[in-house]
């Protein structure tokens, strides 16, 4: 398992095309050695900087979250890791059960925790490939500043960084600092 990075440094195009492509490494070889659906959790971390204290709180978040989650719903939890990456943190959990109730169940959680919308919640069938939103017949996410199509926003570049960093942050911050 890797640590967190001290300070809160940018990381380059290359380190993140890197950090994806050992990301989808390490679930092909949780699916085929588990074979059972696979839940992949990342945060929504907008710029250069993607390990931070901010960050590495709301992670610890979803990860109670998603924990809590699947011990309420008495699935079986085969493995379980977290990969604090100056990449971003990552989790994977490994869980005995029908792959599109779970994607209902974390789709339901984003929905849910105010700090749902920053995370990125996704569950692989080692059957079936990635489970998506539309299988359930759910609207894809939203924007964080205009409430259209996220990826549809985040690909045309329609709002600046900062803008959207700021954003993500408030979202943090405000669940930080609650009374």
């Known amino acids: 398992m890797s640590t967190l990075t001290p ?14 492509e050992a990301r989808a490494q390490r679930q092909s070889a949780w699916l085929t ?4 659906p696979l839940v992949s959790l990342t945060l929504v971390t ?10 590495h ?23 379980r890791e977290v990969f604090w990456l100056p990449t971003g943190a990552e989790a994977l959990w490994c869980i005995d059960h029908n792959a599109p109730e779970i994607k209902a169940a974390t789709v339901a959680l984003e929905a849910e925790h105010p700090l749902g919308r920053v995370w990125d919640i996704d569950v692989i069938c080692p059957q079936e490939g990635q489970i998506g939103r539309r299988s359930l017949d ?12 996220a990826h549809a926003c985040a690909r045309s570049r329609q709002h600046p960084v900062e803008q ?14 609650r009374d």
């Open 138 to 149: 759910q609207a894809s996410r939203r924007c964080v500043i205009c409430d259209g199509p």
């Open 46 to 55: 907008p710029g250069a900087v993607k390990a931070s204290s901010r960050y």
């Open 33 to 36: 050695h588990y074979a059972q």
């Open 7 to 20: 300070a809160a440094a940018g990381v380059t195009l290359t380190e993140l095309l890197a950090a994806k």
């Open 164 to 177: 959207v960093v700021q954003k993500v942050e408030e979202i943090i911050d405000a669940w930080f600092t």
């Open 57 to 79: 709180h709301c992670m610890g978040s979803a990860l109670q979250a998603c924990d809590q989650l699947f011990h309420q719903l008495h699935w079986p939890v085969l493995a």
